[in-house]
């Protein structure tokens, strides 16, 4: 994929998988909603406390896959870099309306008990992997 292709798919909205590195075993791998903007970060919500938290903030990186599962035409975007923790500074609501609808997102966010203990993780794409098999097959 172009530079232009990679970043509007992974714009698009995909569930993303996301893997973090573990000193004590196998890296933790796990889908995830998160947000991108071409040209910007990768950003996720998480709870502080929760495994993924945890190993975030002893990792400070983590890689993401996002995919299509369409025969014959799959394509995916990975990326890979640094990883800053901070407070949550974005829209729950915002986040849960790009997956679940407007309406849906509303509820998910109020009733999420997650939601007051979680964090904002932002990832700058070092690394990128890319295949389109809609350019192999037409």
Known sequence: MSEHERQKFLADVHVGVISIERVDG???TVPIWYGYEPGGLVWIITGAESVKGRLLQAAQRFSLCAQTEEPPFYKYVSVEGPATIEPRTVNDVALASRY???????WYAQENPQTAASVTLRLRPEHWRTYDFAKLFG
Do not use: K, R, S
């Open 26 to 28: 196998p890296p933790l």
């Open 100 to 106: 679940l609808g407007a309406e849906l997102g509303e």
